[in-house]
């Protein structure tokens, strides 16, 4: 079993959605939480950055973290077309310094 | 201010080359970091550095290492390459590598190997 869990999808909106995204994680010590998004041929672009428990919001984007239960979601609001790319959920714990565990992303498609 | 680049952009080689892939990051950023993404596996970290020493480092094998120079830039190289090399390697910079910085990653080189 993977120390990240993430459901691969393709996941298939309509333009206009709610969409979300989530994470399962096994290790109790990751602290700290991260969303990305991944067009095809591109690196990972940084989405959402939070730690421990609690909620962030970001314009249309909204991050949950909920440790006790060792789940992380992502929420789009007004998906667009352009949002169809792969999200990948990351974590890493204290003092591990850019050594980050990934999910192995969700592709995401969003229908005009 | 520019990205976190990576030469070369492609990049064939043979079963049992080697291969040097190289990472210029942010201007400022001292910690690199270096991950390889397949299907399969997705993002696995290889190893990262920090002032040109090795601060963490993945579950790979030897025959990959890296390396970082005093101007933050760094490599990494690949040994007696293997089918399963082919990948798409990315570097990621930081200030420091901090708890609470945010990781920037490149484009990444697509390695395949023949």
């Known amino acids: 079993q993977k120390e990240v869990e993430q459901d691969p999808g393709p996941l298939s909106v309509p333009e206009g959605a709610i969409v979300s995204l989530n994470c399962t994680y096994s290790n109790s010590a990751f602290q700290y939480f991260m969303w990305y998004r991944q067009y095809s041929r591109k690196g990972p672009e940084l989405l959402m950055y939070t730690y421990s428990s609690g909620n962030k919001e970001d314009g249309r984007f909204t991050a949950q973290v909920d440790k006790s239960s060792k789940y992380i979601s992502l929420f789009i609001r007004d998906s667009q077309p352009s949002d169809s790319a792969t999200y990948l959920c990351a974590m890493k714990w204290n003092n591990a310094g850019n050594m980050l565990t990934f999910g192995g992303g969700t592709r995401l498609m969003v229908k005009p | 201010k520019a990205g976190v680049t990576q030469t070369p952009r492609y990049l064939i080689k043979t079963r049992g080359q080697q291969v040097t892939l190289s990472c210029s990051p942010i201007s400022g950023h001292r910690s690199v970091s270096w991950y390889q993404q397949t299907p399969g596996q997705g993002l696995q970290f290889l190893f990262e550095y920090f002032s040109e020493t090795q601060r963490n480092k993945g579950n790979f094998p030897g025959r990959f290492s890296g390396r970082q120079f005093s101007n933050s830039r760094s490599e990494m190289n690949v040994s007696t390459l293997e089918l399963g090399d082919s990948a798409l390697y990315l570097c990621?910079?930081?200030?420091?590598?901090?708890?609470?910085?945010?990781?920037?990653f490149g484009s990444g080189t697509q390695l395949s190997v023949l």
């Open positions: 990621a910079s930081s200030p420091r590598g901090g708890a609470g910085e945010k990781l920037f």
